[in-house]
Every structure is written in structure tokens, then in C-alpha cells.
């Protein structure tokens, strides 16, 4: 009975949470569309994060008082190399670590509450850095997307400037045609720096900074370079593009000759008495059963 009490009672609060924050956010959009303010819709991505954020806003005003300044701006800058800047806030993405630490514990309690005490430590961490290891893969996978991207990216601004085009006209004409991708928006705001004012060596550096990928801000090093030397881009272009091939291909190669390494082992361990037991064992029982007398 008291567990039923219990469930219903979360049930209750967190759909009460739900609805209390869609009608403020109804009521918000509604004063800004009054005063002709228009903003920027966040793109969320995650899934957890759109069907979660209900449940860890309440907390986001304790752990605004929690976080220091040098905190938030590592985790901007984090944000900014996982393209999560338009979906979460430094101190929403602590209150969602506090709600993933409490969440499993809340739930294991209710299900199972004669598991050892020194489970509960343990899930609680696990909940906790549980955020901070998506948004490191998430950065991983996003930096692995750009370098797989970047050498077509490099051929067609080759081709686009050897046809008689600017760098910042085939940016455009690039971002224009191609499908949205992580390295298509980095390009994306590199235009709108420039845009806005910003010298091409600046917006350059700032998209260095913001990617986490040795292959792009090498190749962002040259275009530096380049174009301090005032060395025809069509050239510098379409010299990295070979060199881009060159590298994919002695990538290739690695990965294959570490691949055959890796390969010894499970042979050694696992196929190789597979094989030996295929082969040797019926000639094994023959003997046995011959000598028994079977």
C-alpha cells in the first residue's frame, strides 16, 4: 500500500512539474510574440534531454549557486566543441547531472530496497558523471565526423577557386549545397564572422578553437598561413587536398597492420583449440573407445 502511495505520488509531481513548465513556456512565448521579440528556437538533439528537462529545470537555481564562473566557461567551451550550445545552459547541464544521480537512485529504492548500501554510492556516481561522458563521446564522434568530411570539403573549395571563385564565395556556395553536417555549421559561423566583421584570420582562429580535431585546425593553420603569405589559396587548396588523401591512406594502412595484430590473440586463444578440437577430437575417442574395449 505504501508503495503504491509513493509511485503515484511521483507520477503526480512529475506530471504536475510537466504541465507547470509548458504553460510557463506558453506564456512566455506569448508576452515576446506581444513585444515583437523574436528568439532563436534551441535545437535539441537529445532525446533525453527534450524528455528530461521537465524534471531537472526545477533544480537549475540550486546548482546555479553551485557552479563557479571558471566552471561555466569550461563547459561553454565544451559546448561549443559538442555543438550543444543552442540546446542546454552551463547550469542546466549540472542540474541534469544532479537529476541523473538521483533518478536511478529513486528508482532502484523503490523496485529493489534490499540491495546492499554500497550500491547506492555507486549508482549515484555512475548517474552523476554519467552527462559528462556523453558529452565527451558526443564531442569524440562530432570531431570524427568533421575529419571524415573535411578532404571532400577541401576538393570541392579546390575545384570552386581553381573555376575562378573567391575563398569566401565558395564557402557560401559550399554551405548552400551541401546537407547540414558538424563541419557544414563551423563553416556556417565562419561566414557569419566574416560577415559581421570579423578579419578572416580571426574567424579562422575562432573556428580552431572551437574544434576539437588536429586534421581541421592543421588545415586551418595553413589557410593562416597562406593567406598571411599571401600565397594563391587555389594552390594551398588543392595541396592539402592531395595531402589529405596521402594521410587517409597511410591511416588505412596503420589501422589494417594493427588489425592484424589484434587478430593473433583471438586466433591463438579461441580459434585455433576450436580447430584442434574439430579435428583431433574424433581421432581422440577413437582411441579411447578402441582401447576400452568398445
Request: aromatic content about 8%.
Amino acid at each position: 500500500m505504501i508503495f503504491q502511495v509513493i509511485i503515484c505520488g511521483i507520477i503526480f509531481v512529475a506530471l504536475f512539474m510537466f504541465a507547470y513548465f509548458m504553460m510557463q513556456k506558453g506564456s512566455e512565448e506569448s508576452a515576446r510574440r506581444a513585444l515583437g521579440i523574436q528568439e532563436k528556437a534551441k535545437v535539441v538533439r537529445s532525446p533525453m534531454i527534450r524528455l528530461l528537462r521537465p524534471l531537472f529545470t526545477p533544480l537549475v537555481p540550486p546548482a546555479k549557486t553551485l557552479q563557479s564562473d571558471d566552471q561555466r566557461r569550461k563547459l561553454r567551451h565544451q559546448f561549443v566543441m559538442a555543438g550543444m550550445t543552442e540546446e542546454i545552459l552551463p547550469e542546466e547541464f549540472l542540474a541534469y547531472q544532479m537529476l541523473m544521480a538521483i533518478m536511478p537512485v529513486t528508482i532502484v529504492f523503490l523496485l529493489g530496497p534490499s540491495m546492499n548500501l554500497w550500491f547506492y554510492p555507486m549508482l549515484v556516481l555512475l548517474g552523476f558523471f554519467f552527462p559528462v561522458k556523453w558529452m565527451r563521446d558526443r564531442v569524440t564522434m562530432r570531431s570524427e565526423e568533421m575529419v571524415q568530411e573535411l578532404p571532400h570539403v577541401v576538393d570541392i573549395l579546390a575545384l570552386s577557386t581553381r573555376a575562378g571563385l573567391g575563398f569566401i564565395a565558395g564557402l557560401e556556395r559550399l554551405t548552400k549545397k551541401r546537407k547540414p553536417t558538424a563541419l557544414m555549421e563551423e563553416l556556417t559561423t565562419l561566414l557569419q564572422e566574416i560577415q559581421m566583421g570579423s578579419t578572416r584570420e580571426q574567424a579562422l582562429r575562432n573556428m580552431a578553437n572551437r574544434c576539437d580535431s588536429p586534421e581541421v585546425n592543421q588545415f586551418i593553420v595553413v589557410l593562416i598561413q597562406a593567406s598571411s603569405l599571401g600565397v594563391p589559396i587555389s594552390s594551398v587548396l588543392r595541396a592539402q587536398s592531395e595531402k589529405m588523401r596521402s594521410d587517409r591512406f597511410q591511416k588505412a594502412e596503420r589501422k589494417g597492420a594493427e588489425a592484424t595484430q589484434k587478430i593473433v590473440f583471438p586466433i591463438i586463444l579461441v580459434i585455433m583449440p576450436a580447430v584442434l578440437i574439430i579435428v583431433l577430437g574424433p581421432i581422440a575417442l577413437q582411441l579411447i573407445y578402441s582401447n576400452t574395449g568398445f
